[in-house]
């Protein structure tokens, strides 16, 4: 292949091992080498190119210009038969936080699961599985969100000595090995909400099948974190 394209590879590459290992950006915008945004009417394929659409779906969300894309009737028609999302998001139950709105994208484009705190269990794990391994689908994204009372209540069941009603006690066992001891108050509860989205990045980054995807370039598993203030959507490192 011509040399010429090589400078343009290698970026591609670079921006490619920079979203897996989550150092992409939401909302600022990735490497000034990434490739542009998939053009109208063009899906994502790769993962930067979903990164890059999600940003840009955020951005009009936020300045209140959103599209409320493939909501027509040729594509509900489409849909019937087959479907091609481009991004899988694991986010929390939060009603405050739909996916689909804070990243302005319509039916088809975005295969999402909630569970309150994106706790992992078996049905999160499969469903997320069916989505990269079934679909192909390039990105994963674990999306937590500022003043989650999911990571609240733990935090202060934690202090407290508290034990939580039921089921929820299952959550809160989750995401207590998240909670950030090294801060107090509102501080750590904050603080919590980030360590608890790296934590469930990790954990999925070290299931077989998707590490797989991940080392073959097929997939990257990113966090990032929705400001209920800001409406912006940016990346936790």
């Not at 479907?83 to 694991?90: G, T």
Request: net charge negative; charged share 20%.
């Amino acid at each position: 292949m011509n040399s010429d394209h090589e400078p343009h590879r290698t970026a591609r590459r670079s921006v490619l091992r920079a979203a897996v290992t989550g150092t992409a950006v939401l909302g600022t915008g990735l490497a000034v080498a990434a490739p542009a945004a998939a053009a109208p009417g063009k899906r994502p394929t790769t993962a930067e190119e979903a990164l890059r659409e999600l940003a840009a779906g955020n951005r009009r969300w936020r300045t209140y210009r959103e599209r409320h894309p493939d909501e027509t009737y040729a594509v509900r028609q489409a849909l019937t038969t087959e479907q091609h999302p481009f991004a899988l998001v694991l986010s929390c139950i939060d009603s405050r936080v739909a996916p689909e709105l804070v990243f302005d994208q319509g039916l088809g484009d975005l295969m999402v699961v909630r569970s309150a705190g994106q706790v992992l269990d078996e049905a999160v794990l499969g469903s997320l599985a069916y989505g990269v391994l079934e679909l192909g689908i390039p990105l994963l994204m674990v999306l937590g969100h500022q003043s989650c009372g999911a990571v609240k209540a733990t935090v202060q069941a934690d202090e407290s000595g508290e034990q939580l009603p039921a089921h929820i006690q299952y959550l809160a066992d989750q995401i207590s090995p998240a909670i950030d001891r090294t801060k107090s108050g509102d501080a750590r509860i904050d603080s919590t909400i980030d360590a608890n989205i790296r934590l469930i990045r990790s954990r999925l980054a070290a299931e077989p099948d998707l590490a797989a995807k991940v080392d073959s370039g097929s997939l990257a598993i990113v966090g990032a974190r929705y400001e209920l203030t800001t409406q912006r959507v940016h990346q936790v490192s």
